[in-house]
């Protein structure tokens, strides 16, 4: 059978909600699909459970990791072996609606956007909602993006060109990083496509894990996500070229969280001065304006 869809899937101690994942894709609707588990090298009894699925779907596939290399460069090799030409990444402690693969599978678009839940404790909202819209160019989208209060930058939620996403990934320098690579993953995709397209079916559930990255009080951790935020923002400055648009409204996002992540290493170490608290409160201040400003006018 020749997938229409590869599903990539990176597997890092998620044994909790891996089952949960995988029977959301084995359950499609949609039965021409692979589903691509890349082992990121955990320790605890994901891949055990994985195995156990792929013994009995023989559309599993396992890619195996000589060491933890975070959700990026995982999905990366994953999208290397991919036999679909279309992609979906997917996140292994989120899962899909039944039907997702079969209403996103719109040949002709190269960059598939539909709505997300927001899942937690069992309970879920609308995250992410749009209207059915075509884009066919880049321009065309980028002024509807642009214009978007919370725009959607993450990988997930998304259907994808498997060459557009390869080529968007020979655009950077190759880096193990845990905190806004889909950012910059997503910037230089959407640079490399033509032909965009939103769905208004909700289909990607998205859970709120508390144990994530960007939840961390760790502060190692937190001064690691600020090392990334900064290569990210270089990485988007330095090819800004490509779309100054679109490089605007990321880099005007990542700012924010850089800040943000600042304040919180200054907090944990006790030097939170009210200058840093005055500084972080006119920022915020001025970010609600320019994104007024830019979501009402455009500019």
Request: proline share 1%.
């Amino acid at each position: 059978m020749q997938p229409k869809i590869s599903i990539i899937i990176p597997v890092y101690n998620v044994e909790k909600y891996i089952a949960e994942c995988l029977e959301s894709c084995i359950n499609q609707t949609l039965k021409e699909i692979e589903i691509i588990l890349v082992d990121d090298c955990g320790n605890d009894r994901s891949m055990e459970i994985v195995k156990e699925y792929a013994r009995r779907d023989s559309r599993i596939r396992i890619i195996q990791m000589a060491e933890n290399q975070k959700s990026m460069l995982a999905r990366f090799e994953g999208a290397k072996v991919a036999k679909a030409d279309y992609i979906m990444f997917l996140d292994s402690d989120d899962f899909l609606e039944l039907n997702t693969c079969e209403i996103a599978l719109q040949e002709g678009f190269d960059y598939i956007t539909f709505g997300m839940f927001r899942y937690c404790q069992g309970k879920r909202r609308k995250l992410f909602i749009f209207n059915h819209q075509e884009f066919l160019s880049l321009k065309d989208y980028s002024n509807w993006l642009y214009r978007q209060k919370y725009p959607n930058l993450s990988m997930v939620g998304k259907l994808i060109k498997k060459d557009k996403f390869l080529k968007a990934m020979d655009s950077f320098t190759k880096r193990k990083i845990s905190m806004a690579e889909d950012v910059m993953v997503n910037f230089f995709l959407i640079c490399e496509c033509e032909k965009f397209l939103n769905l208004s079916d909700v289909l990607y559930n998205y859970r709120l894990n508390m144990a994530s990255t960007s939840q961390t009080n760790n502060l190692k951790k937190i001064k690691t996500n600020y090392q990334d935020l900064e290569f990210v923002l270089s990485t988007i400055q330095n090819a800004s070229n490509k779309n100054q648009k679109i490089a605007s409204l990321y880099l005007t996002q990542l700012k924010d969280e850089q800040q943000k992540t600042m304040c919180k290493i200054k907090s944990i170490e006790g030097r939170l001065s009210f200058k840093d608290k005055l500084e972080r409160f006119f920022f915020k201040k001025s970010f609600a304006l320019r994104r007024k400003i830019r979501v009402k006018l455009g500019l």
